[in-house]
């Protein structure tokens, strides 16, 4: 999609729609009583009919306006001016967005970047409004046989009243517009079916990323490699399965060498059965998001990819299919990390702390500023934190202060929960030097507190996207977070 930036007067502007606000009570923004003005008060007529009062969400679209050159007018109401924040001002353009897809338009001219939205500079209302229309724009067609309609929307403009703020939003538009594709990236993944999305689907296609983008650097580790390596505990993972484990290593540099790399590491179950410790039938076809912390990873990395940002970053993929057969691992298993600790396996089914342990060893070589995981890790997040924010642990308050903070920047939630040492007690072993599981109680935070036992080496935080990386029900998909937090982390540290 393509971005522009108009500040000509907005009676000369031509556009195939001007999206306008108008707040609660008929309260007119500056710039919409600008255009009510050309329009002989056509706007003000409308309200004053009643057929929209300026109530949050509200919409309506006129057609022909007599006074400019648009060919229609999408009037979207805003609610109360005291209210519009910046999570409120992402709703609205996301209802734009979505109104604006229903018509066959090549192109749009929206206003709302000159609304007065609380505590929000002007890069980030570029921002968010590039990468909610880049978000909007996505659709899953690949395994269909009759393609759906994919949205005309190629062109958007953005009308700014102040004209210093142009490089401000600039800025922004360029940042929105490569998170959003990153989101795409990391949806299509989850989407996938897991008999296409395997383990080296994700090798390949870290590969062909890093052919399009001199900056980026691909390894992708096999099994054998792994075993070398002394990975006992992300290889338990894969062995009831067909499909070969794989560590994908991608290597973003656009900085010297000297410059120690932010590390992100991704859970990539790319489906899970639960293996011996076999789930519940009901919904299984869900858990080939299983891998969707994976998919932000690569989502993420495309997003940098896409802007060229003068950082080092490494995303690390640990990648397996939670298989039950013969050869699996069995509860009571013992295995052994490359860390060298051993792990009784008392539940397979939680297998993507046994996948990650690993790779968070492995990372220790890069000697990075911080390490991220992300993972759809446990079912006790969405029980404690529902769909709304991303579970965040970490054994470094500054590092989880940057990520609340940048989180809340880029309406990309997420919410801390403690690792304290009372809860490590829960992972007790007799047969080993931890076990995979600590319990009913706490779920998130044991697992946390697991992965916390590899973390020693450097600043660490966990997100647990297990409520927020898909959607149920009728909209059911993945969501494509959190690459929005993550690509704000990563620009800003």
């Known amino acids: 999609m393509n971005f522009t930036i108009k500040t000509t007067p907005l009676q000369t502007t031509t556009t195939s729609c001007m999206v306008l606000g108008v707040f609660q009570n008929k309260a007119l923004p500056e710039v919409t009583a600008q255009v009510d003005k050309l329009l002989k008060k056509q706007l003000s007529k409308i309200l004053d009919a009643g057929d929209i009062t300026g109530a949050s969400g509200q919409h309506i679209i006129v057609h022909n306006p007599v006074g400019i050159r648009a060919k229609r007018i999408l009037l979207i109401g805003l609610g109360k001016k005291s209210a519009l924040n910046r999570k409120r001002y992402a709703n609205f353009l996301d209802i734009t967005a979505q109104v604006l897809n229903k018509y066959s338009l090549s192109d749009a001219l929206v206003t709302l970047p000159s609304l007065p939205v609380i505590d929000t500079p002007a890069d980030k209302l570029g921002q968010i409004l590039a990468q909610t229309f880049e978000n909007s724009a996505y659709r899953y067609n690949l395994t269909k046989s009759k393609k759906g309609k994919k949205p005309t929307l190629k062109k958007v403009d953005l009308y700014l009243a102040d004209k210093s703020q142009r490089r401000g939003v600039k800025k922004g538009l360029d940042i929105g517009s490569a998170v959003g594709k990153g989101m795409a990236v990391a949806r299509e993944l989850g989407n996938l079916p897991a008999n296409i999305c395997t383990p080296s689907y994700f090798g390949e296609q870290a590969q062909a990323l890093a052919k399009r983008n001199k900056e980026l650097k691909t390894r992708v580790l096999g099994e054998a490699q792994m075993r070398r390596l002394g990975m006992g505990s992300l290889l338990s993972v894969g062995h009831g399965s067909d499909e070969e484990s794989k560590l994908v290593v991608m290597e973003y540099k656009g900085s010297s060498d000297a410059a120690r ?233």
Not at 277 to 293: A, I
Request: proline letters at 5%.
């Open 261 to 493: 790399p932010n590390v992100i590491v991704g859970k990539g179950i790319t489906f899970d059965t639960g293996g011996i410790s076999l789930k519940p039938g009901s919904g299984m076809d869900e858990m080939k998001f299983d891998m969707c912390g994976a998919a932000s990873v690569m989502g993420t990395m495309a997003a940098l990819c896409a802007l060229k940002p003068k950082i080092n970053v490494i995303g690390v993929i640990a990648s397996a299919e939670n298989m039950p057969s013969s050869r699996a691992t069995k509860p009571g298993d013992v295995v052994t990390s490359m860390a060298g600790l051993t792990i009784e396996v008392l539940n397979t089914d939680a297998e993507g702390r046994l996948v990650l342990c690993d790779a968070l060893t492995y990372v220790e070589r890069f000697k990075p500023k911080s390490v991220i995981d992300i993972a759809t890790l446990t079912g006790a997040c969405v029980v404690a934190l529902g769909g709304v924010n991303s579970g965040l642990l970490s054994n470094n308050d500054d590092l989880a202060g940057k990520l609340f903070q940048h989180a809340q920047d880029v309406n990309d939630p997420c919410w801390r929960l403690p690792i304290s040492e009372e809860y490590q007690k829960q992972l007790d072993s007799n047969f080993a030097d931890i076990a995979n599981i600590g319990g009913a109680k706490a779920g998130t935070i044991t697992a946390a507190c697991f992965l916390s036992r590899f973390t020693g080496n450097y600043p660490w935080a966990h997100l647990d996207i297990a409520g927020t990386a898909w959607l149920q029900g009728k909209a059911k998909g993945a969501t494509g977070r959190p690459v929005p937090l993550l690509m704000e982390y990563l620009l800003n540290n």
